[in-house]
């Protein structure tokens, strides 16, 4: 029996920005996996028969390629895309890993690997060299990770919670939702795309007993939701959204990711986060959630005037400058 797998991807992207974590991740998640596979044998791939048990359609399939592959070349690959689109109808999906190049030279320093485009050269020269090579497909793909930030875990958090359950074939075509919470004192996420700013709400970190906890506990966020502007700045927010993302749906956009700021990042941004990320999912919408500081150690330096917000006023009625 021919094989026609009902979703196809393609993993590609800078060498070193997680592309063996993603395939690993989707293997877990039950998906066939070929790694560096040259896209002219794909036709013999998609021709040859199923394992034995497994149905027609069941299994998607990722194909993971990069510099590594044999006779690379992503300008013929994204060509190739297009033919088994008109030739077959098959709706391929491009996942492009980006990473910033000093984070990538840090990952070669650490493991001791050479670039795959500068074996005798330092790794920074085959990094622009690569980023170079891959414009044709970077600028192809409709979604996009950037893992400059994010650890092996989290990047594998994230690809599970995009590539599984029943929806995977409709959101191949769908843009990449992210909701992330961040600190203002760790700088803002490089991929944002929208941005609001949560520091005019209460903040927990000036009562004691709240301070080590976080946004995700009930206390905490009780604490928050009684703000005299909370109900109404937050529901403006959700209808903002509800309002853009069937317009950048509509535009084609790739990916948007939306970020809200506190601080630190450990309390109302993560508490603002969930609860946009409920509203979105209650409106049929699927958002990756991400709390890029939460595991940050609070710090009064950072807090209090420093936020830009109003005094705030503890619990026993103190007034914080």
Excluded at 247 to 270: D, F
Excluded at 297 to 305: K, R, V, Y
Aim: charged share 30%; aromatic share 6%.
């Amino acid at each position: 029996m021919k094989r026609d797998p009902k979703d196809i991807l393609l993993v590609t992207g800078m060498s070193g920005a997680g592309k063996s974590t993603v395939l690993r991740t989707l293997e877990d998640l039950g998906w066939e996996v070929v790694d560096n596979l040259p896209l002219l044998l794909l036709d013999r791939l998609l021709s040859a028969p199923l394992p034995e048990g497994v149905e027609r359609s069941a299994q998607p399939l990722a194909l993971g390629i990069g510099a590594r592959t044999r006779d690379f070349d992503p300008e013929r690959i994204v060509e190739r895309i297009k033919q088994l689109r008109e030739a077959h109808g098959y709706d391929i999906g491009t996942l492009f890993l980006d990473c910033a190049g000093g984070e990538l030279e840090r990952r070669y320093s650490e493991t001791r690997r050479r670039h795959p485009l500068a074996l005798d050269r330092p790794a920074s020269d085959g990094i622009a060299r690569e980023r170079e090579l891959l414009a044709p497909l970077r600028g192809w793909a409709n979604r996009l990770i950037d893992t400059t930030t994010l650890t092996a875990n989290e990047l594998a958090q994230q690809v599970r919670a995009t590539f599984s359950g029943e929806q995977l074939g409709e959101r191949l075509g769908e843009p990449t939702l992210s909701v992330m919470s961040f600190g203002f004192a760790r700088g803002l996420p490089r991929n944002a795309d929208l941005v609001f700013d949560m520091r005019f709400l209460r903040n927990p970190h000036w009562v004691p007993d709240l301070r080590p906890g976080t946004g995700l506990d009930a206390d905490v966020s009780a604490y928050i939701a009684q703000d005299p502007a909370y109900d109404a700045a937050l529901a403006q927010i959700e209808d903002l959204l509800l309002l853009l993302l069937p317009r950048y749906r509509a535009e084609g956009k790739s990916y948007v990711t939306i970020a809200l700021g506190c601080t630190g990042g450990r309390h109302r941004s993560v508490h603002v986060a969930q609860r946009i990320a409920a509203r979105l999912r209650a409106e049929g919408f699927s958002p990756t959630v991400a709390h890029r500081d939460l595991a940050a150690a609070p710090q009064d330096s950072l807090e209090g005037a420093r936020d830009g917000t109003p005094d705030e006023i503890r619990d026993d009625g103190a007034r914080v400058a």
